[in-house]
Structure formats: structure tokens, C-alpha cells
Antibody, heavy 126, light 107 residues
Framework: EVQLVESGGGLVQPGGSLRLSCTAS????????MNWVRQSPGQGLEWISN????????LYAASVKGRFTISRDNAKNSLFLQMNDLRAEDTALYYC???????????????????WGPGTLVIVSS | DIQMTQSPSTLSASVGDRVTITCRAS??????LAWYQQKPGKAPEVLIY???SLESGVPSRFSGTGYGTEFTLTISSLDPDDCATYYC?????????FGQGTKVEIK
């Protein structure tokens, strides 16, 4: 069974840091680009970061660029999001989600989010 | 950034009704569009990708059409299980962006 499970959320003060993790199982993690998508309470969905299969290239939404860092460990089937300088507006449910499928350095165009975890809640508040 | 605009924001329909949700992109995204269903307290699930391809395991009452800037998601016969919020998402260009969502309720 394909599974993504996030962890590491919690309550943090403004200006603080938090590291989210996502553990994958049931599929070949190292063949998929991975993403973080967040959803503020009662609001819509916002893509925030992407990482290539090797981890050599990353992308960020403007709202988190310079504060958040995405990384992965293919040997441990894990995805991470280091979040620094957290703000109240970062309060959200954070999902990890799969992206493009890549084989031998070639990726398909299917950059939609096929697999999702249940999410981990981050609350930024004093 | 590419803006995705969905309409309506909320719709109420009866079981068995045909339901259509529209998504407009602020620029040409070809067919790089996905539709997701999100039920309360759950993660989104993909229904449609590449504008019209049905994801494996998704009931055939869901269908998608469109190209360029205008897209539709249709539920051919509304089922009580379809109560959810539906989102479109473009993946033609970074940053990938979502529509604001359409909440579907049963009358």
C-alpha cells in the first residue's frame, strides 16, 4: 500500500524553527519528485516547495523562499522541510505529495500531486 | 504567477443531478490541469489529470474537459459520497497554483 506519513508539526513561537518529515512506503520513493503543499485553516491549497529525485534542484513559492529548505534522503525514503523564521501566516496543515515520476534522469510531465500524506499541523503563535 | 479561478464557490444540487464546475486560468496552460476532491479532515485526492484523464480507481461519473484557459469538471450523476470541496490545479508552470475551491453540497 502506498503511504506518505508526515510528522514534526506542532506549536512554535513566531521567529522559531521546525523540521517536518515525511516517510514514504509502498512505492519507489527515489523515482519521484516530491513536494510540500500547505493548507491554512479553512482555506485553500498552496504549493510551497519541490525537490528533484536526486535532491540536486529545489523550487520554492515566494511566500517561503529564503526561510524554508526542502531536502530528501532516498536511502531512508524520507522527505524533509526545514522551516525557519516562522510567521503566524505559516500556520497550516502541511502535506507531502508526490510529483513527477522519473526514470534514468527523464521525468514525465505529470507534475500533479498523485499521492498525499494525511498532513501535519503547524501552529505559529505566541 | 498563473491565477486559477473556479466557479461557483459553492453549489447545492440533488442526488442524481449533473454538476459542472468551471476553472479558468489566467494564461494558456495547454492541458496541464488536475482536479482534486477533498473531504473534511482528509487530504485531497486526484480525480483528473491532464485535463481529461481519469485517475485510476476514480468513478466514471467524474469527467474533465478543456484546453488552454477554460476547463470543466463534471459529475454526471451526483452521489451523496461526492459532498466535498473540489480544486483545480495547473502544472504548466511554476509556481504551481490551485483554484480557490468549489464546495459541493447535497440539497
Amino acid at each position: 500500500e502506498v503511504q506518505l506519513v508526515e510528522s514534526g508539526g506542532g506549536l512554535v513561537q513566531p521567529g522559531g524553527s521546525l523540521r517536518l518529515s515525511c516517510t514514504a512506503s509502498g512505492f519507489t520513493f527515489s523515482n519521484f519528485e516530491m513536494n510540500w503543499v500547505r493548507q491554512s485553516p479553512g482555506q485553500g491549497l498552496e504549493w510551497i516547495s519541490n525537490i528533484t529525485v536526486s535532491g540536486s534542484s529545489t523550487l520554492y513559492a515566494a511566500s517561503v523562499k529564503g526561510r524554508f529548505t526542502i531536502s530528501r534522503d532516498n536511502a531512508k525514503n524520507s522527505l524533509f522541510l526545514q522551516m525557519n523564521d516562522l510567521r503566524a501566516e505559516d500556520t497550516a496543515l502541511y502535506y507531502c505529495a508526490s510529483g513527477r515520476h522519473c526514470i534514468n534522469g527523464k521525468c514525465n510531465k505529470a507534475a500533479y500531486f498523485q499521492k498525499w500524506g494525511p498532513g501535519t499541523l503547524v501552529i505559529v503563535s505566541s | 504567477d498563473i491565477q486559477m479561478t473556479q466557479s461557483p464557490s459553492t453549489l447545492s444540487a440533488s442526488v442524481g443531478d449533473r454538476v459542472t464546475i468551471t476553472c479558468r486560468a489566467s494564461q494558456n496552460i495547454r492541458n496541464w490541469l488536475a482536479w482534486y476532491q477533498q473531504k473534511p479532515g482528509k487530504a485531497p485526492e486526484v480525480l483528473i489529470y491532464e485535463a481529461s484523464s481519469l485517475e485510476s480507481g476514480v468513478p466514471s461519473r467524474f469527467s474533465g474537459t478543456g484546453y488552454g484557459t477554460e476547463f470543466t469538471l463534471t459529475i454526471s450523476s451526483l452521489d451523496p459520497d461526492d459532498c466535498a470541496t473540489y480544486y483545480c490545479q495547473q502544472y504548466d508552470d511554476y509556481p504551481w497554483t490551485f483554484g480557490q475551491g468549489t464546495k459541493v453540497e447535497i440539497k
